[in-house]
């Protein structure tokens, strides 16, 4: 037995429960925010400024969301029961959408130039698990070889 405070009078028993229920998710959204997105403090005094800043981290939350979502339910339609996302290709079942960045974080596209003229495009080279993942989240590799 434990106690649940609100300062909703409004809610039931019952609608308290499953609001702290969901706790978990909003610590790992917050802990997104200051780990994976990197928001650091800011010193902004143009209200529009603030809005607009608050905006873009909302739609950088949300796309993490979305993405993490998206992948959890390929795997789960595709049967795959995890991916070898944690260190040392260790099985991860859920992954994040911090894991998930963490493993394209070595790509890199590389331009030959002479001048403003592009002589060779060196692409990266994918790995089994990024063009899995890909797969998983219907993103074709040509995408990236434009």
């Not at 902004?44 to 339910?73: M, V």
């Not at 996302?85 to 974080?105: G, I, K, M, S, V």
Request: aromatic share 6%; with cysteine.
């Amino acid at each position: 037995m434990f106690p649940l405070l609100t300062n909703d009078r409004a809610l039931t028993p019952t609608q308290v429960l499953e609001a702290h229920k969901r706790q978990p998710a909003l610590e790992r959204r917050f802990a997104n925010l200051k780990s994976g997105l990197g928001i650091a403090p800011v010193f902004l005094k143009n209200e529009g400024r603030i809005e607009a800043l608050f905006t873009c981290f909302t739609l950088a939350l949300l796309l993490l969301a979305l993405l993490e979502r998206d992948l959890r339910r390929a795997m789960r339609r595709a049967g795959i029961p995890s991916l070898p996302l944690y260190p040392e290709d260790r099985p991860c079942r859920e992954p994040t959408a911090e894991q998930l960045l963490h493993c394209f974080a070595d790509l890199e596209r590389q331009e030959l130039r002479l001048g403003p003229h592009v002589l060779q495009v060196f692409h990266p080279e994918w790995t089994p698990l990024q063009r899995r993942v890909l797969d998983l989240l219907e993103v074709p590799v040509s995408a990236y070889r434009r």
